[in-house]
């Protein structure tokens, strides 16, 4: 009768015993009790005891020989799973094979065998009906006449991950991208009706409307597939207030729009003013008749090798004029350089009138359109008909000219790293100067020599920001700051700075926070309500500031010696005792805050009092909100809502890091995120990928940007990288 599992490990704890010399007597219980592996394992030393009066020696060995036993057990058990697992796979997939060969024996002479199938017979993740994939935009630049990639998530584009059927068609992931770039049918970049729509490949090629996920993932063999959507704006022309609005568009909006026309002219009857009365009215308009109606022609759609024409406006008289159109608008103008120039504009739904007081209008109505030209007052043209069969151009940037708007300035400002302090004051003394992306390309120079790649408002934060370290370094004070007469600083000079106090706030919210705040209340309110005693105490060195803080406190406790140096330093005229030291310091500090930078207050006020227009609860307020610290940090750093395991540790670390910065470290790590060192816009994170070399946390300051690798191992290798980026000299700001 064979053994039972049991009774076999009690034979093997018995011979084990018995090779320690234990009494062969004592064992037989043993075999009795079926004590096994894991019975004995478990006992306590008096259970045993109880069982078999074993020495203590004994008993620990045959527990240690029971544990070993029981781990060699389970290795054991897990070979024999993984061996039969091995067995009913290569069964089942001999099975498939003899099936295959059985249901097509004529043709297996002919077609190879698929080793890749049977290789993956078994597998569940083969027979799995999705596949993750990943989706990218790419949209047509009309400017450079190409695709371009939308990366940022900001602007409504990067790379979206999706799980998809492997049934899926091209069709169906172009109606799937569409609901993710487009939301709700729009999107930054216009609605979803106005965009033609493509699907190709990851190597941006044509993919076959019968290719199905599985099929690309089979014919690619890549570890993640990607499409990408290939977006085209289908409208046309400019919008109507494009060309109309009081304000100016940018250049680059003017380009994007830009359209060419077609140059058929044979469908452009003879427009005839009639002569009816001997004098024109001003700005009254004249009605003509529908048989002398007209029609714009239709837009053409450049395709990626169409260029605009660049041709220019000439000379003309009036019987030689030219029509420009975009979209449904068009222009219509003479060369006389007067202010009687005409001008034609056309929309579907707003009749813009650019005129002055001498200009007549001529009207022309339909159920289709609405056209009103206009023609200067001295201009006599009778009953001559006005030819509008004249090649239709495409409008250049540099024609479209609004009456009384100066052309875009196209003017640099350049700064030097390390010189910006200089160099802005003497901008600024300009009355009218303003540092404005919009009016000027402002440029800064690296100490190498070498112009800086990064542009727009981000640059010009870190501008101000290295103008104002420059100023606090040259005032008197520790946490906060005022400042000082200067020989090669005058009344001229200190107008510049207030001037570059309002531009910085008006433009962007910056303001000088280190500097006392009851120097801008005396500028602006012409009074202060702050306590001068505390704000002087912030103004002294930490160590001067224990000693007066004691002082008020415990006069008797005070070094007497230490306290009169510190007091005679800010010229302190009385001996101090333990009931005048507050009005001694009352008095220092009103000298220190108020007197001494009188002048400079008094060159200020001007400025900040007419074109600032500030309460003094917007004041307290800047102060209070502006002022960095790591709770505030915190709460401007946003992250994606749907972030992965992974991404979420990397914000737990990057949290961790800004908990673990001093003062300095934090206005350091702010400027690095935004240009700014003081609070001011949310920070946006985003993550990447990147490795080796290569890797570190980078910024765009003109989004207020931080981008973040997600592949650091652990807390300390991000912190390592973030400091050396924060702690170095000089940041070069450049394109991510």
Same mark, same amino acid.
């Given at each position: 009768?064979?053994?039972?599992?049991?009774?076999?490990?009690?034979?093997?704890?018995?011979?084990?015993?018995?090779?320690?010399?234990?009494?062969?007597?004592?064992?037989?219980?043993?075999?009795?009790?079926?004590?096994?592996?894991?019975?004995?394992?478990?006992?306590?030393?008096?259970?045993?005891?109880?069982?078999?009066?074993?020495?203590?020696?004994?008993?620990?060995?045959?527990?240690?020989?029971?544990?070993?036993?029981?781990?060699?057990?389970?290795?054991?058990?897990?070979?024999?799973?993984?061996?039969?697992?091995?067995?009913?796979?290569?069964?089942?997939?001999?099975?498939?094979?003899?099936?295959?060969?059985?249901?097509?024996?004529?043709?297996?002479?002919?077609?190879?065998?698929?080793?890749?199938?049977?290789?993956?017979?078994?597998?569940?993740?083969?027979?799995?009906?999705?596949?993750?994939?990943?989706?990218?935009?790419?949209?047509?630049?009309?400017?450079?006449?190409?695709?371009?990639?939308?990366?940022?998530?900001?602007?409504?584009?990067?790379?979206?991950?999706?799980?998809?059927?492997?049934?899926?068609?091209?069709?169906?992931?172009?109606?799937?991208?569409?609901?993710?770039?487009?939301?709700?049918?729009?999107?930054?970049?216009?609605? +979803?009706?106005?965009?033609? #729509?493509?699907?190709?490949?990851?190597?941006?090629?044509?993919?076959?409307?019968?290719?199905?996920?599985?099929?690309?993932?089979?014919?690619?063999?890549?570890?993640?597939?990607?499409?990408?959507?290939?977006?085209?704006?289908?409208?046309?022309?400019? @919008?109507?207030?494009?060309?109309?609005?009081?304000?100016?568009?940018?250049?680059?909006?003017?380009?994007?729009?830009?359209?060419?026309?077609?140059?058929?002219?044979?469908?452009?009857?003879?427009?005839?003013?009639?002569?009816?009365?001997?004098?024109?009215?001003?700005?009254?308009?004249?009605?003509?008749?529908?048989?002398?109606?007209?029609?714009?022609?239709?837009?053409?759609?450049?395709?990626?090798?169409?260029?605009?024409?660049?041709?220019?406006?000439?000379?003309?008289?009036?019987?030689?004029?030219?029509?420009?159109?975009?979209?449904?608008?068009?222009?219509?103008?003479?060369?006389?350089?007067?202010?009687?120039?005409?001008?034609?504009?056309?929309?579907?739904?707003?009749?813009?009138?650019?005129?002055?007081?001498?200009?007549?209008?001529?009207?022309?109505?339909?159920?289709?359109?609405?056209?009103?030209?206009?023609?200067?007052?001295?201009?006599?043209?009778?009953?001559?008909?006005?030819?509008?069969?004249?090649?239709?151009?495409?409008?250049?940037?540099?024609?479209?000219?609004?009456?009384?708007?100066?052309?875009?300035?196209?003017?640099?400002?350049?700064?030097?790293?390390?010189?910006?302090?200089?160099? +802005?004051?003497?901008?600024?003394?300009?009355?009218?100067?303003?540092?404005?992306?919009?009016?000027?390309?402002?440029?800064?120079?690296?100490?190498?020599?070498?112009?800086?790649?990064?542009?727009?408002?981000?640059?010009?934060?870190?501008?101000?920001?290295?103008?104002?370290?420059?100023?606090?370094?040259?005032?008197?004070?520790?946490?906060?700051?005022?400042?000082?007469?200067?020989?090669?600083?005058?009344? @001229?000079?200190?107008?510049?700075?207030?001037?570059?106090?309002?531009?910085?706030?008006?433009?962007?919210?910056?303001?000088?926070?280190?500097?006392?705040?009851?120097?801008?209340?005396?500028?602006?309110?012409?009074?202060?309500?702050? =306590?001068?005693?505390?704000? #002087?105490?912030?103004?002294?060195?930490?160590?001067?500031?224990?000693?007066?803080?004691?002082?008020?406190?415990?006069?008797?406790?005070?070094?007497?010696?230490?306290?009169?140096?510190?007091?005679?330093?800010?010229?302190?005229?009385?001996?101090?005792?333990?009931?005048?030291?507050?009005?001694?310091?009352?008095?220092?500090?009103?000298?220190?805050?108020?007197?001494?930078?009188?002048?400079?207050?008094?060159?200020?006020?001007?400025?900040?009092?007419?074109?600032?227009?500030?309460?003094?609860?917007?004041?307290?307020?800047?102060?209070?909100?502006?002022?960095?610290?790591?709770?505030?940090?915190?709460?401007?750093?946003?992250?994606?809502?749907?972030? =992965?395991?992974?991404?979420?540790?990397?914000?737990?670390?990057?949290?961790?890091?800004?908990?673990?910065?001093?003062?300095?470290?934090? @206005?350091?790590?702010?400027?690095?995120?935004?240009?700014?060192?003081?609070?001011?816009?949310?920070?946006?994170?985003?993550?990447?990928?990147?490795?080796? #070399?290569?890797?570190?946390?980078?910024?765009?300051?003109?989004?207020?940007? +931080?981008?973040?690798?997600?592949?650091?191992?652990?807390?300390?290798?991000?912190?390592? @990288?973030?400091?050396?980026?924060?702690?170095?000299?000089?940041?070069?700001?450049?394109?991510?």
């Amino acid at each position: 009768m064979e053994e039972s599992p049991d009774e076999t490990e009690s034979s093997q704890i018995i011979d084990f015993l018995k090779s320690r010399e234990v009494d062969p007597s004592l064992l037989q219980k043993i075999k009795d009790e079926k004590i096994d592996y894991a019975t004995l394992a478990d006992l306590g030393e008096d259970q045993i005891k109880g069982i078999i009066p074993l020495k203590l020696g004994d008993l620990h060995a045959a527990k240690r020989f029971c544990i070993e036993a029981l781990k060699k057990k389970k290795q054991t058990v897990r070979c024999s799973s993984l061996i039969q697992k091995w067995k009913k796979k290569t069964k089942e997939a001999m099975k498939m094979k003899n099936d295959k060969s059985d249901s097509t024996t004529d043709s297996s002479e002919d077609s190879p065998v698929d080793h890749r199938r049977l290789r993956l017979a078994g597998n569940q993740n083969a027979t799995k009906l999705e596949r993750k994939i990943e989706i990218g935009w790419f949209d047509f630049d009309f400017t450079r006449m190409e695709y371009h990639q939308v990366k940022s998530l900001i602007k409504g584009g990067g790379t979206r991950g999706v799980t998809a059927l492997k049934a899926w068609k091209p069709k169906d992931i172009l109606e799937h991208a569409q609901k993710i770039f487009f939301p709700k049918g729009t999107s930054k970049r216009g609605k +979803l009706s106005q965009f033609n #729509f493509e699907l190709r490949d990851f190597s941006a090629q044509n993919i076959p409307d019968e290719s199905t996920v599985g099929d690309m993932y089979e014919s690619t063999n890549v570890k993640m597939l990607r499409y990408y959507m290939f977006t085209k704006r289908n409208d046309q022309g400019y @919008e109507s207030d494009d060309l109309c609005s009081p304000k100016r568009k940018s250049s680059k909006s003017l380009k994007a729009k830009n359209r060419a026309y077609s140059d058929d002219e044979e469908s452009l009857p003879e427009l005839t003013a009639p002569r009816k009365s001997t004098t024109p009215v001003p700005n009254q308009p004249l009605i003509l008749d529908e048989t002398q109606l007209y029609s714009l022609p239709d837009l053409e759609i450049p395709t990626e090798n169409t260029s605009p024409r660049s041709d220019t406006c000439e000379p003309h008289s009036f019987n030689d004029i030219q029509l420009q159109t975009s979209g449904s608008s068009a222009i219509l103008g003479s060369d006389t350089p007067t202010t009687s120039s005409a001008y034609m504009l056309v929309d579907d739904e707003i009749n813009f009138r650019l005129t002055d007081e001498n200009t007549n209008v001529i009207t022309v109505r339909n159920p289709a359109e609405t056209v009103s030209i206009y023609f200067g007052i001295g201009d006599d043209f009778g009953d001559a008909p006005i030819p509008l069969n004249v090649p239709i151009r495409n409008i250049d940037e540099e024609q479209i000219v609004l009456p009384n708007t100066p052309p875009p300035s196209t003017q640099k400002v350049r700064f030097h790293q390390g010189n910006i302090f200089q160099e +802005l004051i003497n901008l600024y003394k300009e009355e009218n100067f303003q540092l404005d992306e919009s009016i000027y390309k402002v440029e800064r120079v690296l100490p190498n020599g070498e112009t800086e790649k990064g542009e727009g408002i981000g640059l010009i934060r870190d501008i101000f920001t290295e103008f104002w370290d420059s100023f606090y370094s040259k005032c008197n004070g520790g946490d906060l700051k005022v400042p000082i007469l200067r020989h090669d600083m005058g009344e @001229e000079e200190w107008q510049a700075v207030g001037r570059i106090i309002l531009n910085g706030y008006k433009l962007m919210e910056y303001f000088p926070i280190r500097l006392a705040k009851p120097l801008f209340e005396d500028a602006l309110f012409g009074e202060n309500l702050t =306590d001068l005693t505390e704000v #002087f105490l912030q103004i002294v060195p930490p160590a001067e500031q224990i000693v007066l803080r004691n002082a008020v406190e415990n006069f008797d406790a005070t070094d007497f010696e230490e306290l009169c140096d510190i007091l005679s330093s800010h010229d302190c005229l009385k001996l101090p005792n333990a009931g005048n030291i507050k009005g001694i310091l009352k008095e220092i500090s009103h000298k220190e805050i108020l007197q001494e930078p009188k002048f400079i207050i008094e060159c200020w006020k001007p400025v900040l009092r007419t074109f600032l227009q500030m309460k003094r609860s917007d004041l307290d307020e800047i102060y209070e909100k502006k002022i960095p610290t790591v709770k505030k940090v915190l709460q401007l750093i946003k992250f994606p809502t749907d972030m =992965d395991f992974i991404q979420q540790t990397t914000a737990n670390h990057l949290k961790r890091f800004v908990r673990s910065l001093d003062k300095q470290q934090l @206005e350091a790590f702010i400027r690095f995120c935004t240009g700014s060192n003081i609070l001011s816009e949310e920070i946006k994170v985003e993550f990447n990928k990147m490795d080796g #070399f290569g890797r570190r946390p980078s910024a765009q300051t003109c989004g207020c940007v +931080l981008k973040i690798p997600t592949t650091y191992d652990s807390f300390t290798e991000m912190r390592e @990288e973030f400091k050396n980026i924060l702690t170095s000299n000089v940041w070069e700001m450049g394109y991510v």
